[in-house]
């Protein structure tokens, strides 16, 4: 039985900002040290790309993530394949899945009906966020819809009583009016409802960890979850980052110089910066880890195996 006198651990932020710091590999962590995981995926486009996805959910699920997402493409151009994509997971596989949802292009009521028909699948886990508008123009509400992330966490506690996770960004977004403003929204999507936050990737730890000491500042005691994105085509992840507004170190593009042509190497280096990134981060107390598979395994797991991560083997 739980000691009711035992003091209660303090919140999840406060935890890894003034926990104990590991170094070093190799390390052995207990197994209730082992940092949680989540994967992201996209919803498969063609069948070559299907049996991709599948291949790659496979092999991680192992790993036992506590949770696994599914994007939902620009304007909702996804939804049919994204709920495909998660009802799949929910019936093939022991993963919980989450449902990217966004607010573009669509009114409160057709948002509310994708929720709802999540729900009644048995998702009970959304990542909401607000889109973006098609290249070249500028984000503007759909009438009647959900106008930001956080408008859209609301009427989805009010659908039904969903976990939510929402994006965060430690460079700042880039239509945000300024650092402060972006890190008020963050908080007013956490007010409405949601119950961790996502980061977009980053290639510079200490801009994360600076961003996690404002969060603490501004009141914010949910995980702030990094999202790591394991690199092994350079000049794709330097163009991704330039629409995303994800800084690209110069360190980063120097690593990668000459092997163009030499794709074991690129993953190879691939492989040591994330794993640098995540034991950087483990180091600063960091015990939780959201990656951006791109459907890919194998860095992902090599990154996650470092972490501690191992196979479990589901209990008949
Ligand atoms: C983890 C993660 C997963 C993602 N998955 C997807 C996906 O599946 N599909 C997809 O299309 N995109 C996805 N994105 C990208 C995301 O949709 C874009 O970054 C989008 O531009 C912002 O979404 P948001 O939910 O952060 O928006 P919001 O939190 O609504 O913020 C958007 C901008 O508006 C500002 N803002 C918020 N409220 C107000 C207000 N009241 N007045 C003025 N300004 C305001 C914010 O500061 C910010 O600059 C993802 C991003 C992340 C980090």
Same mark, same amino acid.
């Given at each position: 039985?739980?000691?009711?006198?035992?003091?209660?651990?303090?919140?999840?932020?406060?935890?890894?900002?003034?926990?104990?710091?590991?170094?070093?590999?190799?390390?052995?962590?207990?197994?209730?040290?082992?940092?949680?995981?989540?994967?992201?995926?996209?919803?498969?486009?063609?069948?070559?790309?299907?049996?991709?996805?599948?291949?790659?959910?496979?092999?991680?699920?192992?790993?036992?993530?506590?949770?696994?997402?599914?994007?939902?493409?620009?304007?909702?151009?996804?939804?049919?394949?994204?709920?495909?994509?998660?009802?799949?997971?929910?019936?093939?596989?022991?993963?919980?899945?989450?449902?990217?949802?966004?607010?573009?292009?669509?009114?409160?009521?057709?948002?509310?009906?994708?929720?709802?028909?999540?729900?009644?699948?048995?998702?009970?886990?959304?990542?909401?966020?607000?889109?973006?508008?098609?290249?070249?123009?500028?984000?503007?509400?759909?009438?009647?819809?959900?106008?930001?992330?956080?408008?859209?966490?609301?009427?989805?506690?009010?659908? &039904?009583?969903?976990?939510? +996770? /929402?994006? @965060?960004?430690?460079?700042?977004?880039?239509?945000?009016?300024?650092? *402060? $403003? !972006?890190?008020?929204?963050?908080?007013?999507?956490?007010?409405?409802?949601?119950?961790?936050?996502?980061?977009?990737?980053?290639?510079?730890?200490?801009?994360?960890?600076?961003?996690?000491?404002?969060?603490?500042?501004?009141?914010?005691?949910?995980?702030?979850?990094?999202?790591?994105?394991?690199?092994?085509?350079?000049?794709?992840?330097?163009?991704?980052? &330039?629409?995303?507004?994800? +800084? /690209?170190? @110069?360190?980063?593009?120097?690593?990668?110089?000459?092997?163009?042509? *030499? $794709? !074991?190497?690129?993953?190879?280096?691939?492989?040591?910066?994330?794993?640098?990134?995540?034991?950087?981060?483990?180091?600063?107390?960091?015990?939780?880890?959201?990656?951006?598979?791109?459907?890919?395994?194998?860095?992902?797991?090599?990154?996650?195996?470092?972490?501690?991560?191992?196979?479990?083997?589901?209990?008949?």
């Amino acid at each position: 039985m739980d000691d009711p006198t035992a003091t209660p651990p303090p919140p999840t932020l406060q935890r890894w900002l003034t926990g104990p710091r590991h170094a070093g590999l190799p390390m052995r962590l207990a197994e209730h040290q082992v940092p949680a995981l989540s994967f992201e995926f996209f919803p498969p486009r063609t069948e070559a790309l299907e049996q991709q996805l599948w291949s790659c959910i496979q092999r991680l699920a192992p790993l036992a993530p506590r949770f696994v997402s599914v994007t939902y493409g620009a304007g909702g151009s996804t939804q049919a394949r994204t709920h495909a994509t998660v009802t799949r997971i929910l019936r093939d596989t022991n993963l919980t899945p989450a449902a990217h949802l966004t607010c573009v292009g669509a009114t409160r009521d057709e948002v509310d009906a994708v929720a709802r028909q999540y729900w009644d699948a048995g998702v009970r886990h959304i990542v909401a966020l607000r889109g973006d508008a098609p290249p070249g123009t500028v984000y503007e509400p759909h009438p009647g819809g959900y106008a930001y992330a956080a408008d859209l966490a609301a009427g989805l506690k009010r659908v &039904a009583d969903f976990e939510i +996770s /929402v994006a @965060a960004y430690p460079e700042t977004h880039p239509g945000a009016v300024s650092p *402060d $403003a !972006d890190l008020d929204n963050l908080k007013r999507k956490l007010d409405a409802g949601a119950t961790r936050a996502i980061t977009q990737y980053f290639f510079d730890s200490a801009i994360y960890l600076r961003f996690l000491d404002r969060c603490l500042a501004a009141g914010i005691t949910a995980p702030i979850v990094p999202g790591i994105m394991p690199v092994s085509n350079f000049a794709q992840a330097a163009r991704f980052s &330039a629409m995303c507004g994800a +800084s /690209v170190p @110069a360190w980063l593009g120097h690593l990668f110089e000459q092997i163009d042509d *030499d $794709a !074991d190497t690129r993953r190879m280096i691939g492989a040591v910066v994330a794993a640098e990134q995540v034991r950087l981060l483990q180091a600063n107390g960091v015990d939780e880890f959201h990656f951006y598979t791109l459907n890919r395994p194998d860095l992902t797991y090599a990154i996650a195996h470092l972490l501690g991560a191992r196979p479990v083997t589901p209990k008949s």
